[in-house]
């Protein structure tokens, strides 16, 4: 594929074909193939594995931290840390069974529970980890660390260079053939959402540790495949580097966006060890998951960080003093039905949507260099001093005057009043808006039921024109970090949410009356007082006894 032009028609054409409307759903597989369904784990045959401990001495930061990291409690790195920040962010958070299926769950989430994201680890000499720098994949379900590269000292201090204090670093891969066999064409989509998750939750993860992350946003595809070790060749369970993400201690004034080239070139030539696992006997190409991922593929960019992005307002005041981190991160769950009557004040969501304003909080949307492209539209049903309704919350300023001009002329843009000062929070239409999200949510009750839903309204057509083809996944990942702090706000305040990646995309547009393609929902999802499934048995994510036995 040659010019920028053709790459962004081919994103064009994907986002149109797998819209889904009122009269028909984007293509998927006619049935689905239990027997050869992809294995939700990756391993690497031949490598050895590190074991990481599942209990440490580590205290679990205050739930306020993961958004202002305390560099008080700045832990150093070592095996402990190391696990704790895996721990609270991609490990397995329990099992579930239901007659003969039992499947894990995960501290980050994933459309239909199928996890296409996988994490792997460059880490420098680590205390009682290892004693050579290293490249491994992170194995959720044994909790440990497969050893996929070592690494020379000299190649490590080449690779981390321009970091002026220790680092290390997270690599995000996705494979669309673990989403694709249930979801078919619209699968690229889910990936990205929850490679947006991913980052958001290993960003707060590290926050509680008081550490710094970094997306390497200036990287290519080509280079981050290097240093994850993924084949090049593209067959239907090939696996797409994302994203490399960055961890130190303090934040680093100015941002380093990307890793030596003479660096990246010496980590090819190294001694690999494992075998990736075949995923599933045959698998089902997708040809417009293939067009888009090619022409999305990152090239090397050459952005550079201009001014840090203040935290100035702080427009809430945080109530959750005492709630620590660690407990809300693993008692994470979707809400799979909502029960139709718990009701929250107003004064909680307005402070669930400070922790949404990048400019309000220090992590997690501070990973990237840009500002805002996603504003939030919230159908309000529960909430206790706000009236039922539509609303808008512009969380880039700067988007405030065309969202106007472009959406349906009838909204009346009330500022509302009894919300703090600085959120900028509109009231587009009062009135019962149940009816309306179940039914723009692919007509799931859960958008109705619980105390408000929202749809995800991001730029598009304009800053892709402006960008290039490359930035499309990544609007999916603003999304998704979205997502992961309402989960996380929601347990903060004993309730629950729920991603929606099943939505009608153009009546969502018909209502908001966006006529170009210059806003685009991507993300819808829920909030509310969520209707347990007793019948469902819950088990231990691990057995942490076993685990002491081996040490022993
Ligand atoms: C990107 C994304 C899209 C999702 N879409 C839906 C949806 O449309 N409907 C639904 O009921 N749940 C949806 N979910 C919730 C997942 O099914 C849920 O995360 C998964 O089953 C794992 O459960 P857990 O979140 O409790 O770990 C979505 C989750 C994500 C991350």
Not at 15 to 37: E, G, M, V, Y
Not at 219 to 248: F, K, V
């Given at each position: 594929m040659k010019t920028e032009n053709e790459k962004l028609k081919k994103v064009f054409s994907y986002h149109q074909q797998t819209k889904h409307s009122f009269h028909r759903s984007a293509d998927s597989p006619n049935h689905l193939d239990w027997k050869n369904q992809p294995d939700p784990f990756r391993r690497y045959h031949g490598s050895s594995v590190i074991s990481l401990p599942l209990e440490t001495a580590i205290e679990s930061s205050l739930y306020d931290a993961l958004y202002y990291p305390d560099s008080n409690v700045t832990q150093t790195f070592n095996l402990e840390s190391i696990s704790c920040l895996l721990r609270n962010s991609m490990a397995l958070s329990a099992w579930k069974q239901a007659g003969e299926s039992r499947w894990a769950l995960r501290i980050n989430p994933s459309s239909g529970n199928l996890h296409p994201t996988e994490a792997y680890l460059l880490t420098p000499v680590i205390e009682n980890l290892s004693s050579t720098p290293m490249i491994t994949h992170y194995a959720p379900k044994e909790h440990g660390l497969e050893q996929r590269c070592l690494l020379p000292e000299s190649l490590w201090k080449l690779l981390s260079k321009d970091f002026n204090q220790p680092v290390f670093f997270i690599g995000l891969s996705s494979l669309y053939w673990r989403e694709s066999w249930k979801y078919g064409s619209r699968a690229y989509r889910y990936c990205h959402l929850d490679i947006g998750h991913a980052i958001a939750a290993i960003t707060l993860s590290a926050a509680s540790l008081g550490w710094h992350c970094q997306l390497?946003?200036?990287?290519?595809a080509h280079q981050q495949r290097i240093l994850l070790g993924l084949p090049d060749n593209h067959n239907n369970e090939t696996e797409q580097p994302d994203c490399l993400i960055a961890i130190t201690q303090t934040k680093n004034q100015n941002p380093v966006l990307s890793l030596p080239e003479q660096a990246i070139q010496k980590i090819a030539l190294c001694d690999w060890q494992g075998e990736a696992n075949i995923l599933s006997h045959s698998s089902v190409s997708w040809d417009a998951i293939n067009a888009v991922a090619v022409a999305c593929e990152k090239p090397t960019t050459e952005m550079i960080a201009l001014n840090e992005v203040a935290v100035t307002k702080k427009t809430t005041q945080h109530n959750y003093s005492d709630l620590k981190a660690q407990p809300i991160i693993q008692q994470r769950r979707s809400a799979v039905a909502m029960d139709k009557q718990t009701t929250i004040q107003a004064e909680q969501f307005f402070q669930l949507l400070s922790r949404l304003m990048p400019e309000d909080v220090e992590t997690p949307f501070n990973v990237f260099i840009s500002s805002a492209r996603v504003q939030l539209i919230f159908f309000v049903h529960r909430i206790e001093g706000l009236k039922a309704g539509v609303y808008c919350l512009t969380?880039?300023?700067?988007?405030l005057n065309e969202l106007k001009q472009q959406m349906n002329p009838e909204f009346i843009w009330e500022k509302v009043k009894n919300c703090p000062e600085n959120l900028p929070l509109f009231c587009l239409v009062e009135g019962d808006a149940q009816l309306l999200s179940r039914q723009l949510s692919c007509q799931q009750e859960i958008a109705a039921e619980g105390c408000f839903s929202l749809a995800m309204l991001s730029q598009f057509k304009n800053v892709l024109e402006k960008t290039g083809a490359c930035l499309y996944p990544q609007l999916y990942w603003e999304c998704g970090m979205i997502g992961q702090v309402l989960y996380l706000e929601a347990e903060a305040m004993a309730i629950q949410g729920t991603g929606i990646g099943c939505f009608f995309d153009d009546p969502v547009h018909e209502f908001l009356g966006l006529q170009e393609m210059n806003f685009q929902s991507l993300y819808h999802f829920t909030v509310g007082g969520a209707v347990h499934d007793d019948r469902i048995l819950t088990q231990p994510a691990y057995n942490i006894h076993s685990q002491e036995r081996k040490r022993v």
């Amino acid at each position: 594929m040659k010019t920028e032009n053709e790459k962004l028609k081919k994103v064009f054409s994907y986002h149109q074909q797998t819209k889904h409307s009122f009269h028909r759903s984007a293509d998927s597989p006619n049935h689905l193939d239990w027997k050869n369904q992809p294995d939700p784990f990756r391993r690497y045959h031949g490598s050895s594995v590190i074991s990481l401990p599942l209990e440490t001495a580590i205290e679990s930061s205050l739930y306020d931290a993961l958004y202002y990291p305390d560099s008080n409690v700045t832990q150093t790195f070592n095996l402990e840390s190391i696990s704790c920040l895996l721990r609270n962010s991609m490990a397995l958070s329990a099992w579930k069974q239901a007659g003969e299926s039992r499947w894990a769950l995960r501290i980050n989430p994933s459309s239909g529970n199928l996890h296409p994201t996988e994490a792997y680890l460059l880490t420098p000499v680590i205390e009682n980890l290892s004693s050579t720098p290293m490249i491994t994949h992170y194995a959720p379900k044994e909790h440990g660390l497969e050893q996929r590269c070592l690494l020379p000292e000299s190649l490590w201090k080449l690779l981390s260079k321009d970091f002026n204090q220790p680092v290390f670093f997270i690599g995000l891969s996705s494979l669309y053939w673990r989403e694709s066999w249930k979801y078919g064409s619209r699968a690229y989509r889910y990936c990205h959402l929850d490679i947006g998750h991913a980052i958001a939750a290993i960003t707060l993860s590290a926050a509680s540790l008081g550490w710094h992350c970094q997306l390497l946003e200036n990287m290519s595809a080509h280079q981050q495949r290097i240093l994850l070790g993924l084949p090049d060749n593209h067959n239907n369970e090939t696996e797409q580097p994302d994203c490399l993400i960055a961890i130190t201690q303090t934040k680093n004034q100015n941002p380093v966006l990307s890793l030596p080239e003479q660096a990246i070139q010496k980590i090819a030539l190294c001694d690999w060890q494992g075998e990736a696992n075949i995923l599933s006997h045959s698998s089902v190409s997708w040809d417009a998951i293939n067009a888009v991922a090619v022409a999305c593929e990152k090239p090397t960019t050459e952005m550079i960080a201009l001014n840090e992005v203040a935290v100035t307002k702080k427009t809430t005041q945080h109530n959750y003093s005492d709630l620590k981190a660690q407990p809300i991160i693993q008692q994470r769950r979707s809400a799979v039905a909502m029960d139709k009557q718990t009701t929250i004040q107003a004064e909680q969501f307005f402070q669930l949507l400070s922790r949404l304003m990048p400019e309000d909080v220090e992590t997690p949307f501070n990973v990237f260099i840009s500002s805002a492209r996603v504003q939030l539209i919230f159908f309000v049903h529960r909430i206790e001093g706000l009236k039922a309704g539509v609303y808008c919350l512009t969380r880039n300023p700067e988007v405030l005057n065309e969202l106007k001009q472009q959406m349906n002329p009838e909204f009346i843009w009330e500022k509302v009043k009894n919300c703090p000062e600085n959120l900028p929070l509109f009231c587009l239409v009062e009135g019962d808006a149940q009816l309306l999200s179940r039914q723009l949510s692919c007509q799931q009750e859960i958008a109705a039921e619980g105390c408000f839903s929202l749809a995800m309204l991001s730029q598009f057509k304009n800053v892709l024109e402006k960008t290039g083809a490359c930035l499309y996944p990544q609007l999916y990942w603003e999304c998704g970090m979205i997502g992961q702090v309402l989960y996380l706000e929601a347990e903060a305040m004993a309730i629950q949410g729920t991603g929606i990646g099943c939505f009608f995309d153009d009546p969502v547009h018909e209502f908001l009356g966006l006529q170009e393609m210059n806003f685009q929902s991507l993300y819808h999802f829920t909030v509310g007082g969520a209707v347990h499934d007793d019948r469902i048995l819950t088990q231990p994510a691990y057995n942490i006894h076993s685990q002491e036995r081996k040490r022993v």
